[in-house]
């Protein structure tokens, strides 16, 4: 009796158990997070039905604003699919997410389920799965209110890319992040990386409606044709005057350097600023000690009339007026003089200046004291360097491969590729102007520079 007793109470006990798990503490829910930026957390229970949707951040809440209610993961990765693309996400028609799951058995099954879903909307996907957060990510994570699955990705990142800031990485999308993990390419903070170069988005429009050619078509002189991938040789080639050095296209300027000079006594100037009549050597350096300097000899015009009064040239004469002549005039032998304008004045070398041409000098370059200066060193203008006293200047480009198409296809504007004998209406789309680019039904002005490169 004992022993019925003690069994009926287990049976109880485990049934209040299970009574306990689903009402208090609730079915378990595995963890799945998907960073596209935007970053998006979805909860599931053990059939893939998911009981919650999270917005991680800004640009998540627009493309998680539906309802889930008895969806499947697969259904509901389905409508994220097609809110990232039509919200301009996928650029370029391709897409990078982090994926990472609680439970680590989820990673390849959500892996799989969102290639397959981005594929069907014609989207290429790269899918990354994190296998394992450290305390050091979920720490990261906390810092910046990122997933700890971004946080594990940027931790990696930097580790090979010290002069990186974590704050610098934190702001990049996922695709951004591969490239600078796969490249060493890396933008300053408010660009975007792609290949080479970094975007800063200037303006964004909404893309006007028109016909436009249909996804894997290329509008070439008013016809769309079938459009395939270019293809380039491995050889490297550098164009104009580069030269191949080190996988990189390289172009030496060569320039003389400048002469540092130095003056034991008197001032360093070139002869030209201190006569303005000139000389031979007027760009020529000199140590020059006007400590020496005469004053010029004042010399009237020799014309008729020229007198000099009290050290002072007047020019004249003129009758007096009334017996007496005008304002600041003088009168000599009963004659006016005025004060002359074009006074002259010699120096010892023969040089004459005038006043009414703007040549005066109140010393005699000639009397000053011209020595050679002694040479200090050399140097160059920013951006050269000096070597054997020249300098010089290395202009680096990427290297080019020489495009090609396959057989059947012909090589336009040097970037396309397309078959001349396929072609295909043009369909209702979105239409942008020369200068922008369409992303989603976005039209997006860029400022764009060359990428920098992680040593």
């Known amino acids: 009796m004992k022993k019925k007793i003690l069994i ?33 957390e979805l909860k599931i229970n053990k059939k893939d039905e998911v009981k919650s949707v999270t917005a991680l951040n800004e640009d998540a809440k627009e493309i998680v604003d539906f309802k889930f209610n008895n969806m499947k993961l697969d259904e509901v990765v389905t409508v994220i699919a097609d ?33 397959k879903k981005f594929t069907e909307k014609e989207i290429a996907t790269n899918v990354i799965v994190i296998e394992n957060i450290s305390k050091e990510d979920e720490k990261l994570a906390k810092k910046y209110n990122i997933s700890p699955a971004k946080a594990a990705y940027v931790n990696e990142i930097k580790k090979e890319n010290e002069d990186i800031s974590t704050e610098n990485l934190i702001e990049k999308d996922v695709r951004e992040l591969d490239n600078i993990k796969e490249t060493g390419n890396y933008c300053d903070s ?17 893309a006007s409606k028109g016909n436009v050619c249909p996804r894997g078509y290329y509008e070439y002189e008013g016809i769309c044709y079938e459009e395939v991938g270019i293809e380039e040789k491995e050889e490297s080639i550098c164009v104009d005057a580069f030269s191949l050095k080190e996988d990189k296209c390289v172009l030496t300027e060569t320039i003389d350097s400048e002469i540092e000079y130095k003056c034991t006594t008197g001032e360093l100037m070139k002869k030209g600023d201190v006569n303005p009549i000139g000389s031979k050597d007027n760009d020529k350096y000199y140590c020059i000690d006007k400590s020496t300097g005469k004053a010029p000899t004042l010399r009237c015009l020799t014309n008729s009339g020229h007198i000099m009064i009290g050290g002072v040239c ?7 007026i009334n017996g007496g002549c005008p304002g600041s005039d003088v009168v000599v032998n009963g004659w006016c003089y005025s004060k002359d304008t074009y006074d002259q004045y010699v120096c010892p070398d023969g040089n004459i200046y005038e006043k009414s041409k703007d040549t005066y000098v109140s010393l005699c370059p000639d009397t000053f004291t011209y020595t050679e200066p002694e040479i200090k060193g050399y140097k160059c203008s920013d951006g050269f360097k ?23 296809y012909t090589l336009v504007n040097n970037d396309r590729c397309i078959n001349m004998n396929n072609t295909i209406e043009k369909q209702d789309g979105y239409v942008c102007s020369d200068n922008s680019i369409l992303e989603g039904n976005m039209c997006i002005t860029y400022e764009i520079i060359k990428a920098k490169q992680n040593d």
Do not use: M, W
């Open 314 to 320: 007047y020019n004249g004469p003129a009758p007096l």
């Open 190 to 206: 408010g660009y975007t990386l792609r290949g080479n170069e970094c975007f800063k988005e200037i303006s964004k429009e909404p």
């Open 386 to 408: 000096l070597e054997d006293k020249k300098c010089i200047k290395e202009h680096i480009q990427d290297v080019l491969h020489e495009r090609y198409c396959k057989d059947g």
């Open 83 to 115: 809110n990232v693309v039509e919200k301009g996400y996928a650029k370029e028609d391709e897409v990078t997410i982090l994926v990472h799951s609680s439970d680590s058995v989820n990673n390849e099954k959500v892996k799989d389920i969102v290639n």
């Open 8 to 40: 009926i109470g287990a049976v109880v006990l485990v049934v209040i158990l299970l009574v306990l798990r689903f009402t208090i503490f609730g079915e378990k829910l595995s963890t799945i997070t998907l960073d596209i930026n935007p970053s998006i």
